[in-house]
């Protein structure tokens, strides 16, 4: 009856849209695919939109090449100046991805959050930053080093917003248990991931879909372990590196979950579309009440996971 009563006094509404598309070498083609995606997404009551991984470019990280350092830009700057003129047109709040160039040979794998008004709200730099075949993002990226003014260490903390506290972090970063926990214990809403994910097609079938399963499964336990709503936005389509030898398909599959891991939403693997949602935010207050694994942890007994790892455990007795 109490829980019935506080989701029907206090319930907190929001309309989020995950847009979702292919890309290629024409950045105009790929800036307007987002734009219309956010335009049509907003004209059906989107609040807030979750845009892909570097979604005005190739995935370029798929070989080691100097020239892909022009892709990249300040912030502010042209495109996210753009994102925010729309933002400011639409009344709605905007998750974008950008190669952001911090300083001369310094550069990072940036989400933007722009406002309502326009404004930049925050921006998170990618902290976990991969180098695997196809995926040689070490060469491009610095992890991030978020401070605050006086110096304090603000990394995995959410950006405020007038729709609530997002908890943004991108791709790589959305494997790792503990940046979706850091996120949550600093009061993030909602986890946001903008993705760029998808398949070697030397694979064989059942090892693409263990790998597209792994990706959706790690995140819908985000969702559980923290109580409260996940969302990933991915690219679709098959992109080929420059000297021919990549080649990587991506899944699409841009999903959002609830605070128990159920799907809500989910676009299809090989298309462009919008996922709409409505999301009621204090269900994530009744599941915490039901399932308060934040309550139940054990902050006395996990030093060691500041460990890279536990390489002389010794037992003592006594």
């Not at 949550?184 to 760029?196: E, K, M």
């Amino acid at each position: 009856m109490l829980l019935k009563l506080f989701d029907m006094t206090c319930k907190k509404s929001l309309s989020l849209a995950l847009v979702q598309h292919a890309c290629n070498r024409n950045y105009q083609q790929n800036l307007d695919r987002s734009l219309d995606g956010i335009r049509e997404a907003a004209a059906k009551g989107a609040q807030l939109i979750l845009l892909q991984e570097l979604h005005t470019s190739p995935y370029f990280c798929q070989q080691e090449q100097t020239s892909y350092f022009d892709l990249a830009e300040t912030i502010p700057g042209p495109t996210s100046n753009r994102f925010a003129s729309l933002a400011r047109e639409l009344d709605i709040v905007i998750v974008t991805s950008l190669f952001e160039k911090r300083a001369t040979g310094l550069y990072h794998d940036t989400a933007v959050v722009l406002e309502r008004d326009g404004s930049i709200a925050g921006i998170y730099r990618k902290m976990h930053i991969p180098d695997d075949p196809g995926y040689y993002e070490k060469f491009y990226f610095t992890p991030g080093d978020h401070r605050d003014k006086a110096g304090t260490n603000t990394a995995f903390t959410p950006i405020k917003t007038s729709l609530g506290h997002l908890g943004v972090l991108v791709c790589w970063d959305q494997w790792f248990p503990e940046a979706a926990r850091l996120m949550t214990l600093a009061g993030a809403d909602i986890l946001l991931y903008p993705s760029a994910i998808g398949w070697d097609e030397e694979d064989h079938a059942a090892e693409q879909q263990r790998q597209r399963s792994a990706w959706r499964t790690i995140q819908q336990a985000h969702a559980i372990a923290n109580g409260i709503p996940v969302a990933a936005c991915n690219r679709c389509g098959v992109e080929t590196a420059d000297d021919g030898k990549g080649r990587i398909r991506f899944w699409g599959s841009s999903f959002v979950a609830g605070p128990q891991g159920e799907i809500l939403a989910e676009a299809p693997i090989d298309d462009s579309a919008i996922s709409l949602v409505e999301l009621d935010l204090t269900h994530s207050e009744a599941v915490r009440r039901l399932w308060p694994y934040l309550r139940d942890r054990r902050i006395d007994a996990y030093s060691d996971l500041s460990l890279r790892y536990r390489d002389q455990t010794e037992t003592h007795q006594h």
